[in-house]
């Protein structure tokens, strides 16, 4: 759908997202800041950001991720069998005198995190070759415009993305305390993250070293500087929190052998076959919901040191939350567990959340398959998704309650509720709410690449001289970068490391000795420990201890702590050989490792084909109809304020 005609005063922006399973392509557009300066006086727009507007048509997404195209061979074909396609989606819908001035940003998460430096390195410069080859669209800086994202980042954009939605930067002053804002939380197939802003100005005091500064601008060229805090947890999303569940169901199994291990977090009767070191487990659903509750716990590792109180999970140190003022929302799988098994999706409940899964695991199998021929669960597939939704929805409930400290309703708290007062407290009518699910906000989706959009439109607003640059000012803590929220020029030094892992600009010719001094060291090393010969290669382990001792040396260095710190080789280095890197999205995610059969699928609303559900005609008869509760507009319904009463019927 090309856009016919364009208002030289439009500005568009390409932002593609390329995860572990494809890159989807968002195109957006709003009008020059000058334009909405001439045309209006109204004081709460130009105290605003800019509007960004989309067409759900301007979104497409291609298969697979871009971290298949590894390898010298491979590499090549990225832009004819990938990204000429995301191209030409885009030169179909913006017009073809605005493309000079539209930029380009490709954002790489997931599956790319895996990959060996060079390897995501060769990818990454070949993406941003081709496009500058083969189109007229803009990438000033190729180190800026096509790059890595780390999780944190990623969180950053989804709670600007969030806020900018919930019309919680509209109209900003000065005066922070006139402000409030709402938490993200997101859950995918690897990581957890949260992003939000303390609610408390002592919070914010106590850990401004653990907090980044969000710098966005106004139509009238103000300032709006916000505090948020955001972390990522690798390994603890609902993938790979089943694969680690799995695994110590296997290894517990050890002490008392049998033909099969029970799963307390899978309905009765419900059997999988998992493969763990190249060997086949039979696992069967138990459907015991208590026991799969106390199963998880431990996943969370909440007895790994802290360096500071409060403390969340996994060792990490956060600022307080106050549930009884702070809101949050979760998308992904926040959202897809609760929405399409359990049909509660939206305003969060303990009570009746919670009441669903327990019925849900402990009904047998041949009961849920039953109800699934009926169209119970949103036409999930069985194996690859019921099978285990028993699972995800405890965790997302471990997740919220043991690991973020949500309170639950009479269980964490010292009210006495009697049964008329429970059944009351379940409509949640007049409660403050302090969690809600989402995947979409007014019709528009809820994506963090509109984040990144808003910083980009945000940079082209002109200041006055001292006005701070727009973009994201990393934590002290995190020793980061500053991230622009627009262009840069582009530089001819190479970079090392990519995205917002530490960056240090140096010439090739700075580092050759320290890289030319540590290679010789360990030929050195290696001659001393062994001859490479057929007769010696058992001497390699020794060889491989005596390079560790050496590498462990190195890294001590002020040499190595200004040069590598943050960098692929420098946490090889920190490390030591032995070292198994993270992995945002798993091993199994990536086409260098074998996939696992039993593996469970993130689901997006083109996989569960909502879209198109939704134009079908037997739609409101599959769904009863459009004011269905998995389909009500909940996300605009006001968080009910204590000191307003009436705040709802207002």
């Known amino acids: 759908m090309r856009i016919s005609s364009s208002d030289p005063q439009d500005r568009y922006g390409i932002v593609v997202d390329s995860g572990s399973s494809g890159s989807r392509i968002q195109i957006y557009k709003w009008d020059d800041y000058k334009k909405v300066r001439e045309t209006t006086d109204d004081e709460k727009v130009l105290n605003s950001p800019t509007k960004i507007i989309q067409d759900p048509k301007w979104k497409f997404k291609i298969t697979p991720g871009i971290s298949t195209f590894n390898g010298e061979e491979k590499v090549k074909d990225i832009w004819p069998s990938h990204f000429s396609k995301l191209m030409e989606h885009a030169q ?54 096509v790059q890595v994202i780390d999780g944190e980042t990623e969180g950053i ?3 600007i993305s969030l806020n900018y939605l919930m019309n919680e930067l509209n109209n ?7 402000h409030s804002s709402i938490g993200f939380m997101d859950m995918g197939g690897a990581s957890t993250q949260i992003s939000f802003v303390p609610s408390s100005k002592d919070e914010i005091e106590k850990h401004r070293e653990d907090l980044s500064k969000v710098t966005l601008r106004n139509i009238n060229g103000k300032t709006q500087v916000w505090n948020v805090f955001s972390e990522t947890w690798l390994g603890f999303g609902a993938n790979e929190a089943r694969k680690r569940y799995l695994q110590q169901l296997i290894n517990l199994s050890f002490s008392n052998p049998q033909d099969f291990i029970s799963d307390p977090c899978m309905p009765k009767n419900a059997e999988v076959t998992y493969n763990h070191e190249n060997k086949d487990y039979r696992i069967v659903g138990l459907g015991d919901y208590d026991l799969c509750m106390k199963t998880l716990y431990p996943l969370l590792m909440k007895n790994v040191p802290c360096k500071d109180a409060p403390c969340l999970f996994n060792g990490v140190h956060a600022p ?4 009884s003022k702070d809101r949050f929302i979760g998308i992904s799988e926040y959202w897809y567990t609760a929405n399409d098994v359990f049909h509660s999706g939206g305003e969060y409940n303990f009570l009746t959340f919670n009441e669903k899964v327990k019925e849900f695991c402990e009904s047998s199998w041949d009961s849920v398959l039953e109800n699934s021929r009926k169209g119970d669960y949103s036409n999930l597939d069985a194996d690859k998704s019921l099978k285990d939704a028993c699972f995800k929805a405890s965790w997302v409930l471990n997740i919220l309650h043991e690991g973020f400290g949500l309170p639950r309703l009479k269980i964490d708290t010292d009210d006495e509720i009697d049964e008329n007062a429970q059944e009351e407290m379940k409509k949640i009518s007049d409660v403050h709410v302090p969690f809600k699910s989402c995947d979409s906000v007014n019709g528009d989706e809820l994506s963090w690449t509109l984040g990144k959009m808003l910083l980009y439109a945000s940079n082209q607003i002109e200041s006055g001289d001292d006005a701070p640059a727009i973009g994201i000012y990393p934590s002290e803590i995190s020793k980061k970068p500053f991230l622009p929220g627009g262009n840069t020029q582009e530089s001819s030094e190479p970079t090392i490391g990519v995205g917002n892992e530490e960056v240090v600009s140096v010439s090739y010719k700075s580092i050759f000795p320290f890289v030319f001094l540590v290679a010789f060291f360990v030929i050195f090393l290696h001659h001393k420990g062994c001859t490479i010969s057929a007769k010696r290669l058992g001497h390699f382990s020794s060889l491989k201890k005596s390079a560790n001792a050496t590498f462990t040396s190195i890294r001590g260095s002020r040499l190595y702590r200004k040069l590598f710190r943050g960098t692929h080789l420098g946490r090889r280095l920190s490390t030591g050989l032995n070292h198994d890197v993270d992995l945002e999205e798993g091993l199994m995610s990536s086409a260098s ?58």
């Not at 900003?172 to 006139?178: G, I, P, R």
């Open 320 to 323: 307080a939350m106050d549930f």
């Open 172 to 178: 900003y002053k000065d005066d922070e305390d006139a």
């Open 593 to 650: 490792y074998p996939r696992n059969p039993y593996t469970s699928v993130l689901r997006t609303r083109s996989v569960m084909s909502l879209d198109e559900a939704e134009k079908d005609p037997s739609f409101n008869s599959n769904f009863n109809s459009k004011n269905d509760s998995r389909y009500t507009n909940f996300v605009h319904k006001p968080f009910f304020n204590p000191a307003r009463p009436n705040h709802r019927k207002e």
């Open 92 to 145: 179909q819908i913006i017009p073809k005198e605005k493309h000079k001035e539209t930029p380009v940003f490709v954002l790489a998460t997931a599956g790319m995190r895996l990959l060996p430096e060079d390897e995501k390195n060769m990818i990454l410069n070949e993406i941003c070759s081709s496009i500058k080859a083969h189109t007229d669209f803009s990438v000033s800086n190729c180190s800026n415009n």
């Open 157 to 159: 954009y989804g709670w």
